[in-house]
C-alpha cells in the first residue's frame, strides 16, 4: 500500500522537496547518468563543425578581443560562451587539450541535468511514471540528443528553461516560500536569456500560461492569485535584467539571417526532427500528447474524478505552443525575425515529452498504461540516432589528410570561414604543424567580426611564397554572397595556374569539406 501512494498523481496541493522520498534522488541520478552515457556514446573522435569550432575558438581569444566579438557582434550565447571560457580554463590548466570531448562536455552535463530537471517536474506533480517516461522520452529525443553532444549553447538553454519552470510551478504551488520560487524563477530565465535569445519566447510562454492559470477554475487559481504581485515583480525584473540584450538586438539586428520565411515545409521539418525522423514514432508520440491532454480536460470538467493535475498540464501546453507559434509568426515574410528553426525550439521538447508521458497516468486501465508506455519508450529507442552518419563538418579527416603529405614550407588557403577556423583549432591540437595557419590569408578575422571575403591579393601574395599550398573549402549554404564570390575565384585562379597534385572531398551532412594540393613552382599555363 505504502508503494501504491508513492504513485497517487498530483491532487490538490503540491509536494514539498521534503516529502520527496530518497529514492526519487537516486531515480533523478540514475537517469543522468543514462543521459551523460548516451551523450558520449561514440562520441570521442567526432569533429567539430563550423559553429562549434567559432565558439571553442572565440573563448580562446584574450579577453579584450572576446569582449568587443561579444558586446559589438555575438552577445547571444554570451553565458555560454564564459560557462565554456571558464571549462576550457580549468581543463587547460590541468594540462588537458581542448579536444572534441572536453569542449562538449559541458553541453553533455547540463543535457542530462535537464533529464533530471524533467523527471522532478513530472514526479513532483504527477506521480513517478510521469516523471521516469518524460525523461526517458527527453534523453531518447533526437533533438535533445544533438543539442547535448555540441560545443553550443542549446543544450544550457535547455537546463535552464526546465529550472525556470520547476520554479514557476513550485511559486504557484508553494505557501511557505513562494518568494523564494519566484526569485528562483527570476534568475533562471534572466539567465536562459542570456544564454540564448529565443528564450524570450519561452519566457512569454510562461507569462501567459500564469494569465491562463489565474482565469480558470483549476486547482491553482487560487495559488496564482495569491502571488499575482511576486509574478509582476518577476517578470519586470526578468524584463529589466534583458534591457542590454533588447538595446544590442535593436542595433544589430537577426543573428542568423540565413534562416529563410517559415512555412508548412519548415513546421514539417520541425515534427520529423522531433519524431527522430521515424514515421511510427512520430505517430505514437502525437497520439500519446492528444490523449494526455484529451483526458486531463476531460477529468478537469468533473469536480468528483480530478485525480490528474489539470494546472501543470494547461502551462506545459503553454510551453509547447507559445514558442512555436510566436517564432513562426515572427519568420514570415513580411516581419521574416529568422526565429523558426528546429534547432531553436528544443526548447519545447521537455514539455512535448511530459504531455506524452501524462497520456500513460491519464488512462485508467492498467495494461493501456502498460502498453502506452512500453510503446512510447520502445519508439523513441528506435527513433534514437545511431551516430552513424558523418559530421555536420569532418575538419578532423581533413585535417589528417593534410598532415599525412605535409611538407616543410607548405602553405594553407582557407577560402571559407568555417574552414579557416576548423584547420586552426586542428593546428591547435596538433594535428599538423602551426606553421600552416601562421600567417595564411584567411577569410576571418576576430577584429572585423566574422566572415570577410579573401582578399585576392593577399593570396597570390601567399602562395607565390610556398612551394606548395593546400587549399580547404567548405562554404555553407548560409554563408554571405560576397564570401562565395570570392572563394570561387580563388579556387578559379588557382586551377587556372597551378597544377593540383591531390585532392579528397570528405563527406559531411552540412556539405563536403575539400582540401586540395597544389604545385605552385610548376604553372600549368605560361
Known sequence: MRAAATERPYRAGARTLSTIAPIDHAVALTLAGAALGLGLLRLPGTSLWGDEVFSVQLVGTSWPVFWQMV??????????????????????????????????????VFGASAVAVVYAIGRRWWGRTVGIVGAVLLMLNQLQLLAAREARAYSLEVFLVCCGWYALFAAITSERHARRWWFAFAVTMTLALYTHLFSALVIAGQFIAVVVLLALQTEWRAG??????????????????ALPLLAYTLRHGPTNPQIGPAGITE?????????????????????AVAI??????????????????????????????VPVVLSYLATQPRLNLHLFAWGYLVVVVPALCMLAAIAVVAVRT???????????????????????????QDFKTASAW???????????????????????????????????????????????????PLDMRAVATYVAEHPRV??????????????????????????ANYRAVGEIAVPSSLGPVRVRLYETLHPAYL
Not at 558586446?71 to 581542448?98: K, Q
Not at 494546472?311 to 505552443?321: E, F, T, V, Y
Not at 598532415?403 to 584547420?423: F, I, K, N, Q
Open 71 to 108: 558586446s559589438t557582434h555575438e552577445a547571444n550565447m554570451v553565458l555560454y560562451h564564459l560557462v565554456l571560457r571558464g571549462w576550457l580554463g580549468l581543463t587547460g590548466a590541468l594540462g588537458l587539450l581542448p579536444d572534441e570531448v572536453i569542449v562538449r562536455i559541458p553541453s553533455i
Open 292 to 321: 494526455g491532454i484529451a483526458l486531463t480536460l476531460r477529468h478537469a470538467r468533473r469536480a468528483t474524478e480530478r485525480r490528474l493535475a489539470v494546472a501543470p498540464a494547461i502551462a506545459l501546453a503553454s510551453w509547447l505552443i
Open 470 to 495: 593546400f587549399v580547404v573549402d567548405s562554404l555553407l549554404a548560409g554563408d554571405a554572397a560576397e564570401v562565395k564570390s570570392q572563394a570561387r575565384d580563388v579556387e578559379t585562379w588557382l586551377e
Open 267 to 287: 513546421i514539417a521539418r520541425l515534427v520529423w526532427n522531433v519524431a527522430g525522423h521515424d514515421l511510427v514514432f512520430g505517430i505514437l508520440l502525437g497520439a
Open 366 to 392: 492498467q495494461f493501456l498504461r502498460v502498453a502506452i508506455a512500453v510503446a512510447l519508450v520502445t519508439g523513441a529507442a528506435f527513433a534514437t540516432p545511431e551516430y552513424s552518419s558523418p559530421p555536420s
Open 402 to 452: 593534410i598532415a599525412e603529405r605535409y611538407r616543410p614550407g607548405d602553405g594553407l588557403v582557407a577560402t571559407s570561414w568555417s574552414s579557416a577556423l576548423g584547420m586552426a583549432y586542428y593546428s591547435r591540437l596538433g594535428a599538423f604543424s602551426n606553421d600552416l595557419v601562421t600567417d595564411s590569408p584567411a577569410p576571418w578575422s576576430w577584429e572585423a567580426g566574422g566572415a570577410i
Open 224 to 241: 496564482a492569485r495569491r502571488s499575482l504581485r511576486s509574478a509582476i515583480v518577476s517578470f519586470g525584473a526578468i524584463g529589466l535584467g
